[in-house]
């Protein structure tokens, strides 16, 4: 079954030709490590891992425009909670990447995610940078693992995403894995590790995937994990939309966040 449209302008042909997901390398130059440090050091608090493992995050909504990347000003996004029943429907600030960063860190990888999917000019892209980590003392008494991102077999409410791993250490589990369906009997690929400097594209309104939980391999170093996210398109974002092109919806969630705020999300 084809999963597009006969195109009839370039901007239809948007990831087409592409599979429905794709690990690879990913376009870093040599500036992994730089990369790599910034995710360490530079990263503002996210509330919502209070009910997971610990993750710092820093966000940026980005506009393409003639292969020049711009910035937006707004610091926060909205997801809506028909994508996640757990974080959606409230407005979630984080500290925002600065253009210095952006420029020079991460604008190849974007111009990367541009290319891969065939993007068109102007297209807005959510991105975000975020670490897990975990320290000895934070460990549970059972060493059980523990939620990467508080969610199962999910999808992020966009059309086309890019999951690219910066840094990976010490580690167990946190295996990425596709799906066909949200209850995960129709798994699409093995479960896999993502390493630095890899990068998995995906189709994220025509699948489903999943990260598994994690704790560290030696319970008494610690354990970090770095991930870059991208997102297309991003708009909706801005204000918690539907995307009427993303219909894949969610499990439901023991813990609504959007609860505790006294909020729903009816857009």
């Known amino acids: 079954m084809s999963l597009c449209q006969a195109p009839t302008s370039p901007s239809t042909d948007i990831g087409c030709k592409k599979p429905l997901f794709e ?26 891992s209070a009910h997971f493992i610990h993750r710092t995050k820093n966000i940026a909504f980005v506009v393409i425009s003639n292969n020049n990347v711009f910035s937006l000003e707004q610091n926060f996004f909205v997801q809506h909670d028909g994508y996640n029943d757990f974080s959606g429907g409230i407005k979630r600030e984080y500290t925002k990447i600065q253009d210095s960063d952006l420029q020079y860190l ?42 990467i991102t508080g969610q199962g077999i999910h999808t992020d409410g966009a059309n086309l995403a890019a999951l690219l791993c910066i840094d990976r250490q010490n580690v167990k589990g946190a295996l990425n894995t596709f799906h066909r369906n949200l209850h995960g009997s129709q798994p699409m690929c093995k479960p896999t590790v993502l390493e630095p400097g890899k990068v998995a594209y995906f189709k994220d309104n025509s699948l489903y995937h999943h990260v598994s939980k994690a704790v560290p391999d030696d319970p008494s170093s610690s354990m970090t994990r770095s991930i870059l996210l991208m997102h297309y398109p991003a708009e909706m974002y801005l204000v918690g939309a539907k995307n009427d092109s993303n219909d894949k919806g969610t499990h439901v969630s023991a813990v609504k966040m959007r609860a505790s705020c006294g909020l729903h999300n009816d857009g």
């Open 106 to 147: 991460f604008k190849s990888s974007i111009l990367a995610f541009k290319e891969y999917y065939n993007l068109p000019d102007n297209a807005m892209i959510l991105l975000q940078v975020q670490t897990s980590s975990m320290a000895p003392e934070d460990l549970p008494e059972d060493l059980h693992e523990m939620s």
């Open 23 to 48: 690990f690879t390398d990913a376009i870093l130059g040599d500036k992994l490590a730089e990369i790599r440090e910034y995710a360490l050091t530079k990263l503002g608090c996210d509330n919502s």
